[in-house]
Nanobody, 126 residues
Framework: QVQLQESGGGLVQAGGSLRLSCVAS????????MGWFRQAPGKEREFVAV????????NYADSVKGRFTISRDNAKDTVFLQMNSLKPEDTAVYYC???????????????????WGQGTQVTVSS
């Protein structure tokens, strides 16, 4: 069973930057698309970004396009989320997730993912 461990969250002022990391256990990381999701208090978990297994395709929620960048290093079983120009509305717990299967499309729905990290808190102050 794959395990995912996020890190890099914290408290930052509006306009600042954070870089989240997610390390996966197991040997099959490179085969799967990976996603980042977030959940704010009282709200449903929502899609943030996805990257295909080879890094050749990425996609983002409209709310973060142009500010966030997803990337991966398959040699280190790690996926990243670089977050720039942070806004108070980006405050949430951020989760990385591994897609349920190796079949395309890339996956932007919560139920397309079967393995989740424990989450890392990101708080943006105004």
């Amino acid at each position: 069973q794959v395990q995912l461990q996020e890190s890099g969250g914290g408290l930052v002022q509006a306009g600042g930057s954070l870089r989240l990391s997610c390390v996966a256990s197991g040997r099959t990381f490179f085969r799967y698309n990976m996603g980042w999701f977030r959940q704010a208090p009282g709200k449903e978990r929502e899609f943030v970004a996805v990257i295909t297994w080879d890094g050749g395709y990425t996609n983002y929620a409209d709310s973060v396009k142009g500010r966030f960048t997803i990337s991966r290093d398959n040699a280190k079983d790690t996926v990243f989320l670089q977050m720039n120009s942070l806004k108070p509305e980006d405050t949430a717990v951020y989760y990385c997730a591994r897609k349920r299967d190796t079949v395309q499309p890339p996956g932007e729905l919560v139920n397309e993912y079967s393995n989740w990290g424990q989450g890392t808190q990101v708080t943006v102050s105004s």
